[in-house]
């Protein structure tokens, strides 16, 4: 039986025939913690959509995981994601309106600027992650909350950490350095919002004073918008980092797919759903059972801790015909990544418009590229992506 906090060897590298086993063997898969680890794609859109029966709130689960008030315990319960309404309708009103499509649409122009400078600054040797994928990200979040350029070397070090405690088996190692990252974190942004506080730049581009003008209007408490804060600097990161180096290793594999996009660079837009959908960033997401309920001739008591795997689901050939398969123009693609329901992510149209730009133009300026030996995998369940990505950009 799969057991999540022991998976099998080579599971970080290729969890897909351990999906596969899954959706057809056991879709509903009991967990020695009395948990369940769920599989196909119709049960996971279902859960999905009923927010009456399934749950966002993680204060029981995580409560033995952290410890109550632990700096962990705080971040993760306050954060859009493991909430349910009101907290959860505040915070994310908030966040839909600064990211509505007009303000999206001023952020393009910056955002070609800052890829194509990224760009320029690499040689014929690259380490993909840590020069493009990851910096990607990291500056347009500074960006939209106004941090100064400056500061924001620690920022993606401390979202490894923070977003790394949420694996299902942590060490104690893990845990404190975890909580230091949310400490330290905090403090870090103390400055920030309260010079932003005294000098407030234009809430329709800058979400920091958005989110502070919320906090005044009593939409949010000091703590809600601190941790939020983090949240939006950490999801955004870690999701959007995974879903370009995905990428990049995916077009490296499938030379063919890659003389597809080049010859017919239009389909970008239904392409990056497609490698959404076949390397999702994120794998699992959780809920929390309010009923009894049983799924499969599988009885799921109230109160129990279900583990969707994304991955599994979008791989699912009940809902993708080929679904092993990479179809730049696949449609339709409901694809899971960015979950669904009331709790699709936020940044939905941000992460596509960050993945359709920077691999747009880096196959543009690199067509060539290929991956070189020392490729290593991120080795984590719960998000899929890489630590180090190298390779010859002009290979010829």
Request: proline residues 7%; glycine residues 8%; negative net charge.
């Amino acid at each position: 039986m799969f057991d999540l906090t022991a998976p099998p060897q080579g599971f970080h590298e290729n969890p897909y025939p351990t999906y596969q086993w899954l959706r057809d063997q056991a879709p509903v898969c009991p967990q020695p913690d009395g948990s369940f680890v769920l599989s196909r794609y119709a049960d996971l859109d279902m859960i999905y959509r009923d927010t009456d029966r399934f749950l966002s709130d993680k204060k029981k689960v995580f409560a033995p995981k952290y410890g109550v008030g632990s700096p962990l315990y705080e971040h993760h319960t306050t954060s859009l994601v493991f909430n349910d309404p009101p907290l959860h309708t505040r915070v994310r009103k908030v966040m839909v309106g600064a990211l509505n499509p007009r303000a999206l649409a001023r952020m393009e122009p910056g955002l070609v600027v800052m890829v194509d400078r990224l760009l320029d600054g690499m040689g014929d040797t690259s380490e993909l992650i840590m020069d493009f994928a990851g910096a990607i990200p990291i500056e347009l979040i500074g960006n939209l909350l106004g941090i100064p350029a400056d500061a924001r070397a620690p920022l993606r070090d401390w979202s490894l950490l923070i977003l790394g405690a949420l694996e299902p088996a942590l060490t104690d190692r893990q845990l404190a350095t975890g909580n230091a990252a949310v400490i330290d974190f905090l403090a870090y942004l103390r400055d920030i919002i309260e010079d932003r506080r005294s000098h407030p730049l234009d809430p329709a581009t800058d979400v920091l004073t958005r989110l502070i003008q919320a906090d005044d209007d009593g939409g949010l408490t000091d703590v809600e918008l601190y941790q939020n804060c983090i949240f939006i600097l950490n999801a955004g990161h870690e999701t959007t980092t995974n879903l370009i180096g995905n990428t990049l290793a995916l077009l490296d594999q499938d030379r063919t797919a890659r003389a597809e996009l080049r010859a017919n660079p239009d389909l970008i837009n239904t392409a990056v759903d497609e490698f959404l959908r076949m390397e999702s960033p994120n794998q699992f997401g959780n809920r929390l059972t309010t009923e009894d309920i049983t799924l499969h001739g599988t009885r799921i008591p109230a109160g129990s801790d279900l583990h969707l795997c994304i991955g599994a689901a979008n791989r699912d050939p009940a809902q993708f015909d080929e679904p092993d398969t990479l179809k730049l123009d696949r449609r339709p693609n409901k694809h899971l990544a960015f979950a669904g329901g009331a709790h699709t992510c936020v940044g939905a149209t941000l992460a596509r418009m960050e993945g359709r730009i920077a691999v747009g133009r880096f196959l543009h300026r690199f067509p060539n590229y290929a991956l070189t030996p020392g490729a290593k995998r991120a080795g984590r369940i719960r998000f899929r992506g890489f630590e180090r990505l190298p390779a010859n950009l002009n290979q010829g």
